[in-house]
Each structure stands twice: as C-alpha cells, then as structure tokens.
C-alpha cells in the first residue's frame, strides 16, 4: 500500500485562488494604493469587483494614517514625481513598521535611470512582492530573467519575485510556479499589469503565503481574462468584460481553465 | 366639498427630476470640477451624458477664469494635495464673488485629520450643498447622522445636507426628503458618489431651490443605476450602463420607479 | 486619347488611412502623451487599440530620456500646471532635436489667458500639427476660422492646422481636406478630441508626409465612431464601442464610410 500523494503547491493554486477570492470578498481588505495616474481608475475598479475596498491618496501629510490603516500596500512607480516618490517614503516605512504587507511594481525601470535607482532603494525595504516584466527585471536586477536569476534575485531580496508576460512566473527562492492562462488582449488595455498587481496586495491582505497571494491573484486575474476575451469584441469592450469576469469568478472556472506547472 | 390637495415636495419630486434633467439637457451648463484624480474621467462622462459642460482645471492662475464663466462648482477632497487645496481657495472665493452655487464633496474626511480640519473650514465658506456618506458625517460634524442631526446641521451651516447611503436622505432644516432608489452596483465602482455630486452641481446650475435640485440629481442618478443594473453583468458592463441610462432617462422611468418619501 | 487621370490627394484619403492604420499595427510607434488627467486612460487605450505603445510621463528628471526613444510626441494643455509645463518645454526641446514629430493640442486656449500665451509660445517651436476646435483657433490665431485663415496660419507657422468640429478640416496651406465622418456621441465622451490628436501622433510616426498623417488619422478615429454609433445605446457604450471599432477597423470600412472632399 501506498502513501496518499501529498498534492503539490501548484496543482492546488486553482483551489487556493479560489479561497483568496472568498476571502477577499468576504474580508474586503483595505488596499492602499500609490499608483500612476493613468492607472488609478481602472485599479480602483478592479480592486472593488474583486470585493477590496482601495484608496488612492499620496498627500504627504496624510498618506502615514491612510497605510497604518490599510491590510496592504501597494507600490506602482508609473507617475514618478517628487509627490509620489515622497509619498512612496512615508508609505513604506507605515507599512514595515505596522508589519502589513506591500507589493513593489516598478514599471518603466527599464526607460529611465531615475527610477531604476529609486525602485532598487525600494527593493532593499524588502516587499513582500515584487511585480515585473522582463525588460523591468532586466533593468532592477542586471540579469537575463531566466528561471535561475528569478530564484537568486528571491533569495537574495527576500522577496517573492512574480514576472508577468505570455506565462507568468512566481517564485521565493524555494518553490516556482508559471502561470499559463490569460489572453493578448490583456496588453491592449492600458494599467492591466498595474491592477493585477493591485490585485496581489489585496490577496496579500488574506493570505500569509506570499508566494501562494501572488500567484493565486495573478492566476485569477488571467483567468477572468480569458472569460472576458471569450465574450469581448475589441480592447474597449475586453476592459468592462474583465471588470465582469473578476467579478463573477467561481471556483468551477477556476478548477477548468487554471493552467499551472 | 374639499379644498384640492397641495401635492407634497415628495411627491412631486419625480417631475421636477424630469424638469431638472429637461433644463440640463437644454441649457447645457458649465459646471467646474475640482475632484480627485480617479474620479476626473467617469465624473466628466456622467455630466457630458446629462447634458453638463465639465472643466476641471486646477492650476492657480487660471482656475478663477474657469469658475467665474462656470454655471456651478464642485469641491471634491479625494486628491488633497497642495495644488488642489490653493485652488480650492481661489475657486470658492470666485463662486462666492459670483453668487454661483457650489457643492462640497468631504471625501474621506472620516480616515485622515488634516481633511477634516480642511472640510471645517469649507463648511464655513457656506457651500450650496454639502454631499457626504454616514462616516464623514459623523466626522465633520460630530454627531451620529440622525435626521435630527442633519437638520441641525443644515440650519447651523445654512446648507442643504445630502447623506447618501443604501437610503439618500437630503435636507435643508425644514423640508426632509429620502430617496429609496438606487442599487448594490454602485458601491462597486470606484468615483460614484463623486459623480453623483456632480451632477448635483449640475442641476443647482438650472435650479434655484437647492433641496429640491439635490434631491433631484440624487434620484435621477439612483434611478439611472436601477436601470443599469437589469442590463449589466458585473461592476464594468455597469460603469457604462448607468452613463447610457442617465444620458436616456425620461420622465416615465423617473415617474415609474422614483421611491421617495 | 486621354492621359489616366492623377488621382487627387482627397479621393485617396481612404486609401491612405488604410496604410497608415496598418503601419501603425506592424511597426508599434511609441508616443509620449504629455495629456490632462482627465484624458489619460482613454487616450493610452485608444493609442494601445490601434497598435501604438503610449507613454505619460511628465517627471522632468526622466521625460527627455523617454521623447527620446519616442516615435512621436504629443502635447495637450488640458492640464495646465507647473509640472506639465516644465516637462513639456523639455519634451520639446528633445523632439525638435531628435527630429521626432510632435503635435500640439492647444485645450481650452479659449478660456484662459495663461495657456493662449503659453500655447503661442510652443507654436513658435514649430509643432508638425496642430489640432485644434474653433474656439481654440479664433484664441490662438486671433482671427475666424474659415479656410483662408486655416491656410495663412498653417504657411506662416509651418505646420499643418486640423481643425475638428462637426466637419474636420485640414491644410499645409497648399493643400486642403474636409473630413465629413463622425457622430455626435463623440463630444458627448470627455477626451474623445485628445485622443484623436494622440492618434495624429501615432500617425506622425509611420507616415512623413504630415497632412496624410493628420487627416488620415482624424478620418479613421471619426469612421470608427460612426460605427460605434451604430452599435451604442448612448455614451457609455460608446466610450468602449469606438475603441473596438479603431482595433478592427478595415480598409472595407474605411472605403465604404470615408467621406472627404
């Protein structure tokens, strides 16, 4: 007689997606958000489908009482000036020092210096999560983002490093997961990445696991993508159609269409 | 024989939502925004599709130009920066020079001093209409949102107070009206109630007894979203059902599901 | 014997609107947005569904780097702070350097001095086109916008004029176009004119020959909003119904719908 197989991390990530979303809608976890302003609306309403409860201020003077009582954080470098990147300073330090967890985007490390050294300070404040594309880890971490720099670059930052693209990749350091589900017309809506990044701070705000947050986010975030897709005729009609999806999101679909190794 | 019954401002109140929408759609009044950075885009469609002219300018030096031509101005605190605040200033000092009317929007004054301390020195300038949900009542006001709370407050203020919530509840000390309409949808996009300060805005721009103006563009804009949400399937498809409803709301729907008393 | 008849530049226009759509599909041209706030997000997702990658940063430490690597640059006023201006004044300086294409979109000259002074400043930089409405015109150029006015100011400020309106007019000052596509939803959308001059922009990048791109541009975004119109039940819808139309916009369509003279 054998042993019961122990089920592996990812082949119950379609499960455990399916308890972050109960918690999230059950819970609706306060998610702070320092985000670009191209971004913010469709964040917003991202975050409210799936059940979070957002806000979006950077007032220096009160950005420190919005963290301390917020369940995440989330940090988007999109609209880099001197408010946000201040903001950004007060936000985290609320954050470590309340110990609530907050979720790093770096986006555009890649077309700029200035933010490549801003988002590598941010990345030594240890986030629980660091979202990414290639061309961003590229930029933040000096290396080809291939499976073993995700690792090292997770070890070494103490982090959970989570790349998005055509698949998705999670990892701490220990476990990895990819993520195959979503569609291209994810990258033909502006801010998608930014929300599904929001999207895993709120995740984060219910679930301890860091790397199953993330992944468990990232997934639902595709799946509801693919939902949308089957039902959208254009970019214009996909970015509602996703809104609906998240939404609506059960764990049949969840079950049918995750696709992880 | 009976002298014919007075019909009651309740009750009449689904015909001068039809008048209110009528004069917008035909005066097409300009109405300045000073709101929040998420709420700006859904805030200008929601009065483009009542009829309104929105502009929503904040640089110092010209925002006085743009209320001074303005038909109404909408004061809205969810991005409470110091750009914003300096031309909050200027804007209200210009409404008030001009004898136009001008709507507060507290948002959040409930989760961050410096925004209630801020509000409090509005209220005093004397807005037409303060729009405000239970716990930023509670927190500008001090006191639990009873109705006997927010005559007072009205009376105090000199003000109409519109409380919105599952129930929306408008007063200006003597009169009392509440509007049953509306629906769950609403609470799941993100710069809803911010619109639908707008909007109130937009009809004191085309009527003079601001009770009934607000409490017009409260149930116009509830019933917009009942009607949204038969045709929608989650908080996107909503998003734009309730800019299409709103932009083709006619009297009979307004007669048909209004629910005040 | 009669020689073939020259084809002339109007009757072609659809032809051209077909290939410069295309171009912008293969070659993926990036443009930097200096954009209001208001426009943002719609803008990024109307440039994402034709194929173009937009970018929107104004951080002055950083937007040289960024208009450097651009295809193109845009430049609205919709937002008129101190920020914005600094950063466009850098944005310029680096297009014109780079030799990059850019256009300026003079929002709201009419309502306010500061920008008319600051908008005739940046019109001395020689902007490949300007896309403007008539109240916007009359401001800048301080005469009435009828052809000939259209054409003086397009010679004497070497740049090509589309002025946009129920009719979209375009000139070099030797040639002229009238574009008679369009609906009326399309004011009823905020930053439904911004967005069509982001797409001038993009056309800018793939097409030199300027009054090709401008009104090829401003014909293919006024064809898709007849066949949103189509599909619309009012503004909400339309909002997302002209995005799809712009991404599965065909030379069929283009053909049968442009009507130019």
Redesign the interface.
Known sequence: MHAPQMPSFTSELPHIAGDVLARIRERRPRVHCIT???????T??VL??AGAI??????P??IG??VA?ADALLVNL????Q?RRDATEIAIATAVESCRPWVLDPV?VD?????TAFARRLVAERPTVVRLNDGEFSALAGATPDDEALRRYALNQECVVALTGATDHATDGARFVRVENGDPLM?????MGCAGTALVAAALAVEGDALAAAAAALMAFAVAGEVAAAR??????F??????????LDRGTLRTRGRVT
Chains 1, 2, 3 share one sequence.
Do not use: C, K
């Not at 077309?111 to 933010?115: E, G, H, N």
């Not at 509602?240 to 939404?247: C, H, K, P, R, T």
């Open positions: 670009n302003s191209v971004a913010q609306n469709f917003a309403n409210l489908a957002p806000s979006m201020t950077v007032a003077d009160e009482e919005f009582r999109g609209t880099f000036n408010e555009f077309r700029s210096l200035p933010r990258g033909r809506v502006t801010a959208a005729h254009g970019p214009g009609s970015a509602a159609e996703i809104i609906d999806a998240l939404y609506g």
